[in-house]
């Protein structure tokens, strides 16, 4: 997959790709919904297949205080794109400028004389340009009269709207499995191992320290997790339990993190970029009145943690 970050002065050879417009944030059921169609008119097209997406995400841009929300970072983003065969990521800036635009303006600047796209995929609830003042109908007209061709593609529900939304809210309530049903997917937190206070490896459980910051913050407690390490000499997929929170146990004012402890894993990780499977929610983050008591609590979480994993 070619990953295109400058679309000011981009490769001819890079453009002219059937693509889907959006955030993607996530890359759920319905995201996938509206890249199966563009992944439809490419191959009518004789055309690469495209996304479109932004980075920072627009909402990041607008309100850069609010609390964290996306569901997960530009390389995350990056590996499931990869995995449902996209070749060319258009990752536009969104910047001022770019706010800016009308939806006149960005379908002639970016679609067609930046990106040269023939053909755009979009959810029905896509909204483009200055002030959102543009919608799929207003897509429709502008790909009439400039040439390229616009898909709808029809919001995906199930029991409950496939959305971000109700994907942050699942995560925020400790059910992964619901929040993995309307993904398509396993809820994941990439990025590279940091150094921590090692305490883990004086309690006999060695842990894999990530950052969650920029996250949406699912809810803090101990989980069965699947791991991939993405690279180096322990590249492969391994079992294991995490626990995102604040460590009560060693302060008040801890940034939230994930730590997680592979099962049957001896090496070092540290830079490393893992990922992060949530499968099961295990039990809340606990305060103990001593290491031995927390320490026979991770035992409980492990041994719980082998038994679903083995049949999940």
Do not use: W
């Amino acid at each position: 997959m070619r990953i295109i970050r400058d679309t000011l002065f981009i490769d001819p050879n890079d453009r002219g790709a059937a693509a889907a417009i959006g955030n993607f944030d996530g890359v759920h059921l319905g995201h996938q919904s509206v890249i199966d169609l563009a992944r439809k008119a490419a191959f009518d097209a004789g055309a690469p297949l495209g996304v479109m997406t932004f980075e920072p995400h627009p909402r990041q841009f607008f309100a850069p205080d609010a609390p964290a929300f996306r569901l997960m970072n530009a390389e995350a983003k990056v590996h499931r794109l990869r995995k449902l065969g996209v070749q060319k990521l258009y990752e536009v800036p969104f910047n001022a400028a770019l706010a800016k635009l009308s939806p006149r303006e960005f379908a002639v600047d970016v679609i067609m004389n930046r990106l040269g796209l023939v053909h755009v995929v979009v959810g029905e609830d896509f909204y483009f340009g200055a002030k959102r003042a543009g919608d799929v109908n207003t897509l429709r007209e502008l790909g009439d009269e400039l040439g390229f061709g616009v898909t709808v593609a029809p919001l995906l529900s199930f029991e409950e709207e496939v959305s971000s939304t109700n994907i942050r809210n699942a995560l925020a309530d400790g059910r992964p499995q619901d929040a993995a049903r309307m993904l398509g997917h396993l809820h994941r937190i990439e990025g590279p191992v940091i150094r921590g206070d090692q305490r883990g490896r004086d309690l006999g459980y060695p842990t894999a320290n990530m950052s969650i910051t920029g996250l949406h913050q699912p809810k803090l407690g101990v989980y069965a997790v699947k791991v991939d390490v993405l690279e180096g000499p322990h590249a492969g997929s391994y079992n294991g339990a995490a626990s995102i929170g604040v460590r009560p146990m060693f302060g008040e004012d801890n940034v939230p993190n994930i730590e997680t402890f592979i099962f049957d894993f001896k090496g070092d990780l540290y830079g490393t970029h893992l990922s992060v499977a949530l499968v099961e929610y295990l039990r809340p983050e606990l305060k103990f009145d001593g290491l031995d008591a927390l320490i026979t609590q991770m035992d409980a979480d492990c041994q719980r943690a082998r038994e679903i994993l083995r049949n999940a």
